[in-house]
């Protein structure tokens, strides 16, 4: 029988290693799914469940740097929203699992009486340690069908957490003195209330941040893309500073969302797509800067890796693509690497849709 300071110890060691599976995979370009998770759980003789929560836990503690990486120039992204969205989900559906108190989020991930303590605070201070270039203030994440009392309270938690949040960041900046200053970035809340998306946006932005994330969720209860809500929230940020889509990234969204305001993105749908062998093409004639904004958005189609017809095709997967995959190999290799399992098969067209995505921000900025 384990001792309280053993199971502490073993569910701390959990964690840790959940974060490294998560770094890795990173690192391969490959993002992880259950599968991964409840391996993991079964080589270290826990529960999957268990472990699910543990990697939300990690999630959650300042971001995501190891566990999501978000690289651009070697710049590392730490979006709080990554694992707080998740904890909210948890807790608005079982109240077992913690809550949301006016100065800090309690979670419980046995539901039990041990419990994780999240503040502004500890959020700012493990971004730190992760080295990120941009980090994030920690925000109340609603849903766009949550009653107004819950929307004015994640408003007034997202401000006062910011305030918060900027007070420890220019604290660990003194102490710290980093060659390169991070940026800090507000979350503007307010759900599908304009109102309280411009009190929100104004109350930060006296606080003082670099840039500004969308907050919320920009998908309604059927799952269609939300724009007018995002437009809310990019209304409410200025207009000389970075207006982030967090969590967004297919490539039409990418395109409305520029029109909207917003410049930067981050999702795992190029690398969770490659993993399931759909690589993403732009249709003929589409790829430059008028093509990507046709009115109907069809600009691109799916090169779907597995289908019969790629088996003999010695063409590369798409003739106007300069990624590794398209300058040397072909359809029916990629095919063959896939059905032998060959790990180069994830990588290689994992390159190819990143790839796309870099060519569809190019093509974005020259229009």
């Given at each position: 029988m384990l001792t309280k300071a053993q199971r502490s110890n073993r569910r701390k060691l959990c964690i840790m290693a959940a974060l490294v599976l998560l770094a890795a995979a990173a690192y391969m370009t490959v993002d992880v799914n259950f599968g991964n998770a409840k391996?993991?759980?079964?080589?270290?003789?826990?529960?999957?469940?268990?472990?699910?929560?543990m990697l939300i836990t990690a999630f959650a503690i300042g971001g995501a740097s190891l566990?999501?990486?978000?690289?651009?120039?070697?710049?590392?992204?730490?979006?709080?929203?990554?694992?707080?969205?998740?904890?909210?989900?948890?807790?608005?559906?079982?109240?077992?699992?913690?809550?949301i108190r006016d100065n800090e989020i309690i979670f419980r991930p046995d539901r039990g009486a041990e419990k994780?303590?999240?503040?502004?605070?500890?959020?700012?201070?493990?971004?730190?340690?992760?080295?990120?270039?941009?980090?994030?203030?920690?925000?109340?994440?609603?849903?766009?069908?949550?009653?107004?009392?819950?929307?004015r309270r994640s408003v007034e938690l997202t401000v006062r957490w910011g305030e918060r949040c900027r007070?420890?960041?220019?604290?660990?900046?003194?102490?710290?003195?980093?060659?390169?200053?991070?940026l800090l970035f507000g979350v503007v809340q307010g759900g599908a209330d304009p109102e309280l998306r411009m009190e929100c946006g104004r109350r930060l932005e006296?606080?003082?941040?670099?840039?500004?994330?969308?907050?919320?969720w920009p998908l309604d209860a059927d799952g269609s893309f939300r724009a007018d809500i995002l437009k809310m929230a990019a209304d409410a940020m200025p207009d000389h500073k970075?207006?982030?889509?967090?969590?967004?990234?297919?490539?039409?969204?990418?395109?409305?969302?520029?029109?909207?305001?917003?410049?930067?993105?981050?999702?795992?749908?190029?690398?969770?797509?490659?993993?399931?062998?759909?690589?993403?093409?732009?249709?003929?004639?589409?790829?430059?800067?008028?093509?990507?904004?046709?009115?109907?958005?069809?600009?691109?189609?799916?090169?779907?890796?597995?289908?019969?017809?790629?088996?003999?095709?010695?063409?590369?997967?798409?003739e106007t693509c300069d990624c590794e995959l398209c300058r040397n190999h072909s359809r029916a290799y990629l095919q063959h690497l896939f059905r032998v399992n060959d790990p180069?098969?994830?990588?290689?067209?994992?390159a190819h849709n990143l790839r796309f995505y870099g060519r569809l921000m190019e093509y974005l900025r020259d229009a």
């Open positions: 391996l993991l759980a079964y080589s270290m003789r826990i529960r999957a469940p268990k472990l699910i929560v566990v999501f990486q978000s690289i651009i120039n070697n710049t590392i992204v730490t979006p709080c929203l990554l694992g707080m969205d998740q904890l909210y989900s948890l807790i608005h559906e079982n109240a077992e699992y913690g809550e994780m303590t999240f503040t502004p605070e500890k959020c700012i201070q493990a971004q730190f340690q992760y080295g990120s270039d941009i980090m994030m203030a920690l925000d109340m994440c609603t849903h766009p069908g949550d009653p107004i009392e819950v929307q007070a420890e960041f220019e604290k660990l900046i003194r102490q710290t003195k980093p060659e390169k200053r991070p006296e606080i003082g941040f670099d840039g500004y994330g969308f907050g919320g970075i207006k982030y889509a967090m969590g967004l990234g297919r490539p039409e969204e990418i395109v409305r969302c520029t029109e909207i305001g917003y410049s930067l993105f981050d999702c795992v749908i190029p690398t969770r797509e490659a993993r399931h062998q759909r690589l993403y093409v732009f249709a003929d004639g589409c790829g430059n800067a008028d093509g990507v904004r046709r009115a109907d958005g069809k600009f691109y189609k799916f090169h779907y890796a597995m289908d019969d017809k790629h088996a003999r095709d010695g063409r590369p997967v798409d180069n098969a994830m990588r290689l067209a994992t």
